[in-house]
């Protein structure tokens, strides 16, 4: 007797399921998970849905064309990614930045911080269905990017920090409009910890999920938020002050749980330290110059530099190959986005399927920055 | 055969009282069903580049993009009728790009965000990324910018909103 | 920009502990807070190890590949950090090795460094170096079906230009 009926056999029962790229929890990203019923036993990242070639691209541009595409990969993290590209050019031509251009470099990095991690807390809220931070975290970073639009002119691609210093100064009446913002901000946090962090709803979703221990954290290269959530005080700003971060009086929060919930409250507190920064900043604003003159086609003799800041995500890195030609012969970004992806699969494993969101967010993964 | 042609008859009649209605009160049942779908609009949540954080912003609490009529969708493709391509396609996304945009049902808009989804823009050179979308599917409106400022892409959907009101025809797009 | 002053004392000291057990190990640069080295293909794992075991450099930071064409070389060079040994947080050792273009075959690191994982992946797809050892040579970044020669290669010349 022959049936059109078939059933499976009873060792399939390890499902495979792609998660992304057209999914609410995933965009422009995609997750190969392998899943047990409803536990995960198997995960792996799929990106490079927004691989555009950056690396290629410089090869073909000269050391200030190359500015606006390389902010692009983050777009709301846009200076951090140019800071060490910034600093990687200067170091090799030899310049010597201006105090107030070293000065506005830091307030431009602080400010993008902020817009940076209240995107992660609005879309953080979103994943988790507190939506009350979603709009929070939207609507309140605009009073930030405000004033980043009036230092820097563009809402979010700024292409403010440039090889010798910044790209203008700062309008007159920035100050007392930021620093008002600034105490502004700081009651505002308050609201976020009481509403968000400290909402019991939040904790039962967050706490003890997608723990990440220290020794595997450094084992896997995570770097960060990530890395400071589980305990590593690691802190290229404090570590190797570079610019002028040596000035400025402030702390770097770590926290030991490591779960989900630690690495979003951590970005709180950062965001803390960042508004001290950008008061003191404004406060002790040195007179004088924001750049050097250097020409549309700079001459950068041979070389090879490695340099790195703190962005918003943790370690950004550039490793910079100058050959004396108008064009580099090599640029390598490393972002932290892609350092911090292979955390995913180690946290993944035996989760279940409804703790995927608030693990894959936590990590601030941002897909652009990740594939360049 | 009586009953073959009492049928035929009927369907005549039926169809010159089709034509009939669609003369006089075509227009209006047009209007309506247009205005129904013009302040409606769900977009797909496909985030193709760095343009979704514009569109984030836009629809966030400050620009507020539901009170011109478009949420942001969670649910299926087949209940979305708005696909915003916001930003760069590259080679690896764009089969999946076609494969969204058929799983959508008719009637559906397209609007294109930012330079990178309009001709490839800042990454004309760049191996891994299409220049326009345009190639593989229709597209409604362009916001151009690099990224669009949140208020451009405010105005695109009310552009595509002034084109939904014009249909001619409730079938299609 | 204070760092190129100081004498690089301390870069001087790790090159020569290194320099001590692997002696075919050559200096690239050394400055206060950076150091590269280079070494042979054949000895990379030996002197990862001993970096990692004996220096305390813990973790990747990443792993970059360089075309040198007109040598006829590859270069491959790992960015090595550490987090936990104290008094060394600002520090980065580059180990470098170079190898024939004709044919790129290197010794993966991903059993020393387990986060190497991605960073070799991403190298062994945009200048087509074989890492021996590597669980997978899947496309990673690059679209399933790339069938053009990895694209950081010099040789390769982006359409539209």
Redesign the interface.
């Known amino acids: 007797m022959t049936t059109e009926v078939t059933y499976e056999p009873e060792a399939d029962r390890i499902m495979n399921v792609a998660l992304g790229p057209q999914h609410p929890g995933a965009g422009h990203f995609r997750i190969q998970l392998w899943l047990d019923g409803d536990y995960v036993v198997k995960a792996e990242p799929d990106p490079g849905y927004v691989h555009r070639g950056e690396e290629k691209m410089c090869e073909y541009r000269n050391y200030i064309q190359n500015v606006p595409h390389l902010e692009r990969p983050v777009i709301l993290d846009s200076s951090n990614i140019l800071f060490p590209y910034a600093l990687a050019v200067d170091e090799l031509m030899g310049n010597k930045v201006p105090p107030r251009g070293q000065y506005l470099r830091v307030i431009m990095s602080e400010i993008n911080r902020i817009i940076s991690h209240m995107y992660f807390l609005g879309i953080m809220g979103m994943f988790v269905g507190h939506t009350t931070m979603t709009t929070w975290g939207m609507g309140d970073r605009d009073f930030w990017i405000d004033i980043a639009e009036r230092i820097g002119g563009a809402r979010v691609t700024f292409a403010y920090i440039i090889p010798g210093g910044v790209r203008n100064d700062m309008p007159e009446g920035l100050k007392e409009r930021a620093l008002k913002t600034c105490d502004w901000f700081e009651k505002r946090m308050d609201e976020y910890e009481k509403i968000f962090f400290k909402n019991p709803l939040y904790l039962e979703r967050t706490e003890n999920v997608g723990v990440l221990t220290a020794e595997d954290a450094v084992k896997y290269g995570a770097t960060g938020t990530v890395l400071r959530a589980s305990g590593v005080r690691k802190d290229v700003r404090k570590d190797e002050p570079y610019s002028a971060y040596e000035d400025f009086d402030f702390d770097i929060p770590v926290l030991n749980s490591g779960d989900s919930w630690a690495r979003s409250y951590i970005a709180l507190l950062e965001m803390r330290e960042s508004v001290k920064i950008i008061r003191q900043a404004f406060k002790n604003m040195p007179q004088g110059q924001v750049r050097l003159k250097l020409g549309p086609q700079p001459r950068v003799p041979p070389g090879e530099v490695f340099a790195r800041t703190e962005a918003a995500r943790g370690e950004m890195s550039y490793h910079l190959i100058s050959d004396g030609s108008p064009r580099p012969y090599r640029v390598k970004i490393g972002t932290p986005s892609f350092k911090n992806m292979r955390v995913l699969p180690h946290l993944l494993k035996g989760v279940h399927v409804a703790d995927i969101p608030a693990i894959y967010w936590s990590l601030n993964y941002w897909p652009v920055e990740a594939d360049r | 055969m009586v009953e073959v042609q009492k049928t035929g008859t009927f369907q005549v009649l039926v169809g010159k009282l089709n034509e009939v209605l669609q003369e006089y009160i075509g227009d209006p049942v047009r209007y309506l069903a247009n205005w129904g779908r013009l302040y409606s609009l769900w977009p ?11 569109l ?2 836009a ?4 620009f507020d993009m539901e009170r011109f009529g478009a949420l942001e969708a ?1 649910g299926s ?1 087949r209940a979305c009728d708005l696909l915003i391509v916001t930003g ?1 396609v ?4 764009a089969p ?1 790009l076609k494969l ?1 945009y058929d799983q959508m049902a008719e009637p559906r808009w397209v609007i294109a965000m930012g330079a990178c989804a309009i001709t490839g823009g ?8 299409l220049r326009g979308i345009d190639d593989i599917i229709p597209v409604d409106v362009y916001v151009p910018g ?2 669009p ?2 208020e451009a892409l405010l105005q695109g959907l009310v552009l595509l909103q002034e084109k939904i009101r014009r249909l001619p025809s409730l079938k299609g797009v | 920009m204070s760092q190129q002053v100081a004498e690089p004392k301390r870069a001087k000291e790790i090159f020569a502990s290194i320099q001590a057990v692997f002696p075919d190990a050559k200096l690239e640069y050394a400055k206060e807070r950076r150091l590269k080295i280079s070494v042979s293909p054949s000895s990379i794992r030996d002197v990862s190890k001993f970096v990692r075991d004996k220096l305390g450099f813990d973790h990747i930071s990443m792993v970059s590949g360089v075309d040198w064409i007109a040598k006829n070389q590859f270069e491959i060079v790992y960015f090595v950090e550490t987090s936990l040994k104290p008094g060394f947080e600002d520090f980065v050792l580059a180990i470098s090795e170079r190898i024939p273009r004709d044919n790129p075959s290197a010794p993966s690191l991903i059993d020393i460094w387990p986060g190497a994982d991605y960073h070799e992946r991403e190298t062994h797809e945009m200048f087509g170096i074989n890492f021996e050892g590597h669980p997978t040579t899947k496309y990673f970044l690059l679209p399933e079906d790339w069938n053009d020669i990895p694209p950081l290669r010099k040789d390769f010349i982006s359409p539209g230009r």
């Open positions: 797909v949540h496909l985030e193709t580049a760095c343009c979704s954080v514009e984030g912003a629809a966030g609490s400050r969670f493709l760069t590259t080679r690896k996304l999946r969204i800042l990454y004309f050179d760049s191996y891994n990324v690099c990224p400022r949140a």
